[in-house]
């Protein structure tokens, strides 16, 4: 593990290499210095260029001009005026990004069924766009080391659930990310002004599924933990076999996906594969600059491998509200998501509401509330039989409250110092195995790209 958190830091002083620059609305400092002297270059020029940072009036851009930067998980989509931390250089007809975050973690928690754990929560995303033909060509990938930094298949959250780990299913316990988040390719067209036909595809990808993931979501990004729903919301974010077509007229998006349905196993770095046997769709409405709302559904075929044959239609609805404003930026995502299980007709919903608020450059908040429904498999050993179809079992609260500092450490690396504190609600019947008011604590170490393009 020390090895694995060692190659966080170098991948993180590489990004202070020169030729990355911090991007503020498409263009680098320099780019920008050089432009005012009359010096300029056509690598600059183009740099200064990127899709969608000067589009429509001044200070805002189109809902196509956003989609163009895909800069979200997968094709999903954040308010227009949503920061995204990255570098950007030119490379000849190419402009590449990089974006991403790691995290180191010191993380308590309280009562029999809490634990103790230091590990790391990370991803890298890098990607490469051109223009192509009569549109343009996005390539993409994103990789994440939690198979090396979350020792034991897992880290401690009390009352998460979902996936496996030696066999039995993840309780109490997030399980870590694939090596291989993502492995895509973009090809946008624009039909005219108002007017965008997409296509997303590859063998690691993101169908047309929910907000965008947790982990990229502006609202949680200094919170290190995965949301309790988040195998009610978002967990299709890494899916196998991927294929999404979207058409975008003005501020209204529709999508379909075909991809396959089984969730990752247990072998974290491998690339898993199946046939197209689930699908999903989803509509997205971007009203202004500041919002962005989407329902979606989807049918997974035997999502989880701990019960296999059992189906389930999953639909979230989600709304999104980003507002920038002088040396800040405030994020919140309010999310519902729900799984029906077609096979015992069982109903499981999630209801999530999350703020995360930059102020005076460099100080964050940030919050997060969840009432959940969770499965007869909290129960772990306790569950009779076991591998027993699902059942619901109670509701739980989970009231979570952050705060870190930015610091100066690493050139175009902002990195925070700070911590959580996670209190949780549950049923008296859960008191005699989860104590009576759970806890858990967490200080952080963050680090991210320094530069922003909004």
Request: with cysteine; proline share 7%.
């Amino acid at each position: 593990m020390r090895a694995s958190l060692l190659l966080i830091l170098a991948l993180l002083f590489a990004l202070a290499e020169p030729g990355w620059g911090a991007s503020a609305g498409g263009c680098s400092q320099a780019d920008r210095q050089m432009s005012r002297m009359g010096k300029s270059t056509p690598d600059s020029r183009q740099h200064c260029r990127m899709p969608g940072m000067h589009a429509g009036k001044a200070g805002e851009k189109t809902l196509i001009a956003t989609i163009l930067q895909h800069t979200d998980s997968g094709t999903s989509m954040q308010p227009a005026s949503t920061p995204v931390p990255m570098l950007m250089t030119a490379a000849g007809k190419w402009r590449v990004m990089f974006h991403g975050e790691a995290i180191l973690n010191e993380l308590q928690q309280s009562g029999p069924r809490g634990g103790d754990k230091f590990f790391s929560t990370n991803w890298f995303m890098p990607m490469a766009q051109r223009d192509l033909g009569p549109g343009q060509l996005t390539l993409r990938t994103m990789i994440s080391l939690e198979p090396a930094t979350v020792t034991e298949r897992r880290y401690p959250e009390l009352f998460q659930q979902g996936e496996t780990a030696f066999g039995r299913p993840v309780v109490d316990g997030q399980h870590p990310h694939d090596f291989l988040m993502e492995l895509a390719a973009f090809y946008d067209v624009k039909l005219g002004e108002h007017t965008l036909v997409s296509f997303y595809g590859g063998p690691v990808g993101d169908p047309a599924m929910g907000p965008t993931a947790y982990p990229h979501r502006a609202s949680a990004a200094e919170n290190p933990m995965a949301a309790l729903g988040h195998h009610l919301e978002d967990s299709t974010h890494i899916a196998d076999d991927v294929i999404t077509g979207g058409l975008t007229y003005r501020a209204l998006r529709f999508e379909v996906s075909g991809f396959h349905g089984r969730e990752p196993d247990e072998d974290r770095w491998d690339m898993d594969a199946g046939k197209i046997d689930s699908w999903s769709t989803r509509v997205t409405v971007s009203p202004a600059q500041n919002w962005s709302l989407q329902y979606s559904i989807a049918h997974l075929t035997s999502p989880e491998a701990i019960h296999p044959g059992e189906d389930v239609r999953r639909m979230t609805a989600s709304v999104m509200y980003n507002r920038p404003f002088a040396r800040g930026n405030w994020a919140t995502t309010l999310l519902w998501g729900r799984n029906s299980d077609l096979n015992g007709y069982q109903v499981f919903n999630g209801y999530l509401a999350e703020s995360t608020l930059h102020f005076l450059g460099r100080n964050n908040v940030w919050g997060r509330v969840e009432n959940v429904d969770r499965t007869s498999d909290l129960l772990g050993a306790a569950a009779e039989p076991p591998n027993a179809p699902e059942r619901f079992l109670a509701r739980v609260q989970a009231y979570t409250a952050g705060y870190d500092r930015e610091f100066s450490w690493l050139p175009r690396v902002s990195t925070a110092l700070g911590g959580q504190v996670t209190f949780y609600g549950k049923p008296a019947f859960l008191t005699p195995i989860y104590v009576a008011h759970p806890v858990g604590v967490a200080i952080l170490l963050r680090f991210r790209p320094a530069g922003h393009m909004h």
